[in-house]
Antibody, heavy 120, light 107 residues
Framework: EVQLLESGGGLVQPGGSLRLSCAAS????????LNWVRQAPGKGLDWVSV????????YYADSVKGRFTISRDNSKSTLYLQMDSLRAEDTAVYYC?????????????WGQGTLVTVSS | DTQMTQSPSTLSASVGDRVTITCRAS??????LAWYQQKPGKAPKFLIY???SLESGVPSRFSGSGSGTEFTLTISSLQPDDFATYYC?????????FGQGTKLEIK
């Protein structure tokens, strides 16, 4: 059974940093790209970033480029999102999601999400 | 960036109705489109990939069609469990954008 478990969310001041983690199990971790998708309170889904199975390819939404860094540790089956220079508009539930098949960007399995609140 | 526009934003329907949600892309995405269902407080659920392929375990009353820039999600006979918000997403090219969502409500 595929499982994705996010952690690391919390309250942070504007301009601060936070590192999210997503522990994965139930599939061959290195074979799949992984995404971060967020959802602001009461709003729709917002794709944030994706990383290839090897970690060699990464893409970001324009809204987070230069501030967020996606990475993965294939030895630990864990995905990360380093978030720097946080803004109020980054407040959201952050989901990690496994890509479907070989195509980056799609998401067939999702974690339960972790809430990030950026506020003073 | 590829913009995804869903219509309608809200849809009121009754159990047993046939409903269709439309998703339009601002440029061709071939068939690289997925549909998701989300219920309040829950993570999205993957329903359809490559525009028309049903994910394993998803009821056959759900179907998808389209290619290029226009796509539809159809639910042939609404069940009580289907009242939720639905999102389309293009995964043809990054950034992998979502539509704004369609809330399916009980009439």
């Amino acid at each position: 059974e595929v499982q994705l478990l996010e952690s690391g969310g919390g309250l942070v001041q504007p301009g601060g940093s936070l590192r999210l983690s997503c522990a994965a199990s139930g599939f061959t971790f290195t074979n799949y790209a992984l995404n971060w998708v967020r959802q602001a309170p009461g709003k729709g889904l917002d794709w944030v970033s994706v990383i290839s199975g090897s970690g060699g390819i990464t893409y970001y939404a324009d809204s987070v480029k230069g501030r967020f860094t996606i990475s993965r540790d294939n030895s630990k089956s864990t995905l990360y999102l380093q978030m720097d220079s946080l803004r109020a508009e980054d407040t959201a539930v952050y989901y990690c999601a496994k890509a479907y098949g070989s195509r980056m960007g799609s998401a067939d399995y999702w974690g339960q999400g972790t809430l990030v609140t950026v506020s003073s | 960036d590829t913009q995804m526009t869903q219509s309608p934003s809200t849809l009121s329907a009754s159990v047993g109705d046939r409903v269709t949600i439309t998703c339009r892309a601002s440029q061709s995405i071939s068939s690289w489109l997925a549909w998701y269902q989300q219920k309040p407080g829950k993570a999205p659920k993957f329903l359809i990939y490559k525009a028309s392929s049903l994910e394993s375990g998803v009821p056959s009353r759900f179907s998808g069609s389209g290619s290029g820039t226009e796509f539809t999600l159809t639910i042939s006979s609404l069940q009580p469990d289907d009242f939720a918000t639905y999102y389309c997403q293009q995964y043809n090219i990054h950034p992998y954008t979502f539509g704004q969502g369609t809330k399916l409500e009980i009439k």
